[in-house]
């Protein structure tokens, strides 16, 4: 990777803070106001993937206008007032206005043109939204200034089936940057959009699992790093580049290690590494190592994965993030429970339990979303299950599944299949059955390789238990599933 030379530029108009937004948040943190966003949408049957950093962008002005399903979610959290009320400019008066940057063309001819970050807005009616909605409800968690025209037709789903298009739409043709033409540096707009491609990945990994999006991640990670060598035209936009990119490596690092491809993960999150500590990111470096720590202890190297996440904790906590230092001592404890070290695991988890019970700021990570009550009683099952306590594996599995966004379809599975795996080892037959049919139902819209072979692994244990009607069906359901590629 060559590092980006970066060249003066023309200083942008500041944005205008929205404190009509800024006011309605009142005492709460972004993060709980972010929550309370995500339940208001839930109630109207819309799904926003909303953070603390979305709602700092609107707060700072970053988002004049928000697309039509953050419009929807807002008014019904605010009725009787409107856009405007709530400090946004009316939509006519955003549409159609475009940036000073030269359009390239993508994809059979069709001109893409960047958008300027100050009139990012999603221009597509209401009509098309709501009768599309399986398809274009993950363009609609955020307003960032390349959505609209570029990362909508670059990340699209269909069912299970998943096609996560090359981001040369940026501006950086893949053709030309392997023949050795100069490429244009990278600005404002790239750097968005890279930022979002993470964002997307991670929302359709948890909604249909990594099988069917890990060959189609590759080319996005290709023009990221292609990104950095072309340069930018400013420090700042540099560096949202390196970590971008090092973000991007660690997505695709996470969608080989669930789809059982370790020696790819390990190359990717060592990428993401070396991004990190080039570019001086700790917060970076602290998630790069905290994957290859979840890696280690999947890849049966345990000493591994609790230097990694010993690694990630030197790294972290610096940011001051209680959550991040919560999972990282979950990750330390998964690997204390491969050592069979019961004590270490057990001080692991009474960390992980007392920096989480200090609650959520705004120094959380914008990738730790997933992280909530229901993943940490996941991976608290996954320590006991190493342990061999099944008893006490399965209670918290349980806890996990029950508490989770039936939304994330991946990590329902994914804890369903535990609670399976550890009622069969603990001696419950008809409950595991009955847990692996619900995980069974789900996969049609999950391709996970991960819940295949947790999966397998229970199908072996139940097989002296056929007799049960619900084992056998369990049993016949699971042989006649199309084995994953």
């Known amino acids: 990777m060559a590092s980006s030379t970066v060249t003066s530029a023309q200083p942008e108009r500041p944005p205008r803070p929205n404190l009509a937004f800024r006011r309605l948040r009142g005492k709460r943190s972004p993060a709980e106001f972010a929550a309370a966003i995500r339940r208001a949408a839930r109630e109207i049957g819309e799904r926003v993937s909303c953070d603390a950093r979305y709602v700092g962008r609107v707060e700072a002005g970053e988002i004049r206008c928000p697309n039509y399903a953050y419009e929807r979610v807002f008014l019904h ?55 599309n909605r399986d398809t274009q409800d993950l363009y609609e968690t955020h307003d960032n200034n390349e959505e609209s025209d570029v990362l909508r037709r670059a990340f699209m789903t269909s069912g299970a089936t998943v096609a996560a298009a090359s981001l040369s739409p940026l501006g950086l043709a893949l053709d030309a940057a392997a023949a050795g033409r100069p490429t244009r540096r990278a600005g404002t707009g790239e750097a968005g959009a890279l930022e979002e491609a993470v964002r997307r990945i991670r929302l359709l990994d948890d909604r249909h699992g990594a099988d069917g999006l890990y060959r189609r ?98 790294a972290a906590r ?49 990738w730790m979303s997933f992280y909530g009550e229901a993943e940490l009683e996941g991976l608290e099952a996954q320590c006991w299950s190493t342990l061999g306590d099944w008893p006490r594996a399965a209670r918290h599995a349980r806890r996990a599944a029950d508490l989770q966004d039936p939304h994330f379809t991946r990590n329902l599975a994914l804890y369903s299949a535990e609670l399976a795996d550890d009622l069969a080892r603990g001696g419950r037959p008809d409950e595991a059955a009955g847990a692996g049919l619900r995980v069974l139902d789900l996969l049609g819209e999950v391709q996970s390789s991960r819940i295949h072979t947790m999966l397998a692994g229970t199908a072996r244990v139940l097989l002296p238990h056929r007799r049960s009607p619900t084992v056998s069906t369990f049993l016949d359901r699971h042989g006649a599933l199309p084995r994953p590629a």
């Open 217 to 314: 991640a590759a080319a996005p990670l290709r023009t990221a790093y292609a990104l950095l060598d072309a340069g930018a035209s400013r420090q700042a936009t540099a560096d949202r580049l390196y970590t971008g990119a090092g973000e991007l490596a660690i997505s695709v690092g996470w969608l080989a290690h669930d789809s059982g491809r370790f020696d790819d993960a390990r190359s990717h999150y060592a990428e993401a590494l070396a991004t990190a500590r080039m570019n001086g990111d700790a917060g970076l470096e602290a998630h790069a190592f905290c994957n290859m720590a979840f890696l280690a202890r999947d890849a049966g190297r345990p000493r591994e994965a609790v230097r990694a996440a010993q690694a990630a904790q030197r």
């Open 318 to 366: 610096p940011l001051g993030s209680d959550r991040l230092m919560s999972l990282l001592s979950l990750r330390e404890a998964g690997g204390w429970a491969g050592l069979a070290d019961r004590v270490g695991c057990e001080q692991a988890l009474v960390r992980a339990q007392t920096f989480y019970g200090r609650g959520p700021s705004d120094t959380d990570p914008e």
């Open 77 to 131: 959290m605010f009725p009787g007032r409107t856009l405007t009320d709530l400090g946004f400019a009316p939509r006519s008066s955003v549409r159609g206005r475009q940036a000073r940057g030269t359009g390239e063309s993508w994809e059979a001819g069709e001109p893409y043109k960047t958008h300027d970050t100050r009139d990012d807005r999603d221009s597509r009616d209401t009509r098309n939204n709501r009768n």
